[in-house]
T-cell receptor, first 113, second 112 residues
């Protein structure tokens, strides 16, 4: 069974540009989460999808971040326009149901210069 | 809100040394507690978990006991190996079980 897949693995963009991160969850997992680790600090929750619906986006930093999950399959996280403080590692995770084990992807390392 | 405080690193040990990484938490009710590990170049992996007070999670020689009275979930291993070198994250899942709250991570390096 394929795990959670994220791409790109690394992205370096200039301030003001747009970047789109993609996450393919494990097949059959209705729950999809985005997290971010900035500057070696704690990993922070961004948002949670159940199928195609956003259940909780309380962790989204501001309106420069837009997450979608078309058809309840893969998800994208777009940052537009990117700022320096957006640099960090963005993790995606999926789980079959609430309270079940969440499986994480390798993360996307985003560097804004 | 919920929070996790984790022993700051980096931690450097010699092979076969004893490891302790401290973790304490603040949460309402009775959260589930986890340790995740990130090996170089890989994603986060669940190492062990405990879902109620006095439970002991264990895996790959690592152990952690859910201590409600001290709100702690310290990670221990009796004899570390070079292959244990990784970043370790303590985390909790609150009553809603919708998301994980993580600590800041501890980088462990084990030298041969």
């Amino acid at each position: 069974e394929a795990g959670v897949t994220q791409f790109p693995s690394h992205s370096v963009i200039e301030k003001g540009q747009t970047v789109t991160l993609r996450c393919d969850p494990i097949s059959g997992h209705d729950n999809l989460y985005w997290y971010r680790r900035v500057m070696g600090k704690e990993i922070k929750f961004l948002l949670h999808f159940v199928k195609e619906s956003k259940q909780d986006e309380s962790g989204m930093p501001n309106n420069r971040f837009l997450a979608e999950r078309t058809g309840g399959t893969y998800s994208t996280l777009k940052v537009q326009p990117a700022e320096l403080e957006d640099s960090g590692v963005y993790f995606c995770a999926s789980s079959r149901g609430l309270g079940t084990e969440a499986f994480f992807g390798q993360g996307t390392r985003l560097t804004v210069v | 809100g919920d929070s996790v405080t984790q022993m700051e690193g980096p931690v450097t040990l010699s092979e076969e040394a004893f490891l302790t990484i401290n973790c304490t938490y603040t949460a309402t009710g009775y959260p589930s507690l986890f340790w995740y590990v990130q090996y170089p170049g890989e994603g986060l992996q669940l190492l062990l978990k405990a879902t109620k007070a006095d439970d002991k999670g264990s895996n790959k020689g690592f152990e952690a006991t859910y201590r409600k009275e001290t709100t702690s979930f310290h990670l221990e291993k009796g004899s570390v190996q070079v292959s244990d070198s990784a970043v370790y994250f303590c985390a909790l899942s609150g009553r809603s079980a919708r998301q994980l709250t993580f600590g800041s991570g501890t980088q462990l390096t084990v030298l041969p």
